[in-house]
């Protein structure tokens, strides 16, 4: 319950400075990229605190699902800062950029920023996300690494749909010169936090209708059934997970 409700007050914060204190989209977007970069440091701290306290081969050699490369990090912390961070400071350059091509075009109304209301809503965002990683942080010996790795993945997931909203909805809204564009982002944006926080349904055989559908279409493996090849996924999944699960000590290196 602490974390959607965390997850509610977060976006709402922005959402409510757009649609209820005219905020600016320049003032709304920095808040969004505050946002992502405070979440990623709470996550990187709850990984750290993970891997010390409850040490796993996820941590040290982190195995990836095979969708995103078989390799192995030295770090699974390491991995995740260089990849955020990188990706944050990426938007925060290109936020700046289009918001001063913005004010040199006259699209100040669009452009400006409230440092006010910057700090105001940085400060909001900081408060929510420390309470969160407070009520966490004496269960966190308790957390699978498996938990840590969605946690992670769910802010990078969040730092991809932050930079869409930077894109698509500044570019929206200066083509047409509305802001309601820009405000279906938010609202899209939002409704995307929020179903990161519902379960995510993953059963262990392939669903029947979509065999019957998969299996009429050509694949990269002739002769093979569709529900063979999803049982063998889940079980590649599953022991991927419970390697990254095994416990890990100073002494060891395999």
Known sequence: MIHLLA???VNAIPAAGWFVEGWSAGTTLVVYWFENVAVCLFVAARIIVNQRTSPRRGHFK????KSAGSGSQTSFVNGFLVTSLVFSAAHGVFLGVILFVLDHNGLTGLAIVDWHHVRNGCIGVLVVLAIEFAVDLPGLRRWTFWQVEQ???RSLGRIAVVHLTLVLGMFGAVM??????FGAFIVLKTLNALSMALPQWEPASAPKWLSRVMNRLPN???GDEFED???KERADEA????RNEQPWTAARHS
């Open 220 to 222: 990269a493996h002739p």
């Open 62 to 65: 982190y195995q990836a699902p």
């Open 239 to 242: 022991e991927r997970r419970s």
């Open 176 to 181: 047409t010169d509305a802001s309601a564009l």
């Open 229 to 231: 090849l999803w049982a």
């Open 7 to 9: 997850l509610l007050a």
């Open 151 to 153: 946690t992670a993945n």
